[in-house]
């Protein structure tokens, strides 16, 4: 049994920055990659970033230059660090991660959401 909480999300005016967190907990062996989606109000659920155990990155097009994607293994937490916002990055932001459990399956586990507006 595994829970993500994000945390973070807000108001914030175009160009400024957020910070958001996704701290993992319950009956956790291993982590495998974790990653951020986003959905804006009437569009689908886009992949914006990811990390891996490595710590190797991806991110959308649209975000490069603007988010980093990190993670602290030995708190189980993903954040993403948005900078330059502007109001296209509005909506709610789901952590996910890969997560082997104490019996060794693995799952994806996701987050609640937490929305993140950007004013013009």
């Known amino acids: 049994q595994v829970q993500l909480v994000e945390s973070g999300g807000g108001l914030v005016q175009t160009g400024g920055s957020l910070r958001l967190s996704c701290a993992a907990s319950?009956?956790?062996?291993?982590?495998?990659?974790m990653a951020w989606y986003r959905q804006a109000p009437g569009k689908q659920r886009e992949l914006a970033a990811v990390?891996?155990?490595?710590?190797?990155?991806i991110y959308v097009d649209s975000v490069k230059g603007r988010f980093t994607i990190s993670r602290d293994n030995a708190k189980n937490t993903v954040y993403l660090q948005m900078n330059s916002l502007k109001p296209e990055d509005t909506g709610v932001y789901y952590c996910?991660?890969?997560?082997?459990?104490?019996?060794?399956?693995?799952?994806?586990?996701w987050g609640q959401g937490t929305q993140v507006t950007v004013s013009s």
């Open positions: 319950g009956r956790i062996f291993s982590i495998n990659d």
């Open positions: 996910k991660a890969v997560i082997q459990v104490l019996n060794r399956s693995f799952g994806n586990y």
């Open positions: 990390i891996t155990s490595g710590g190797s990155t």
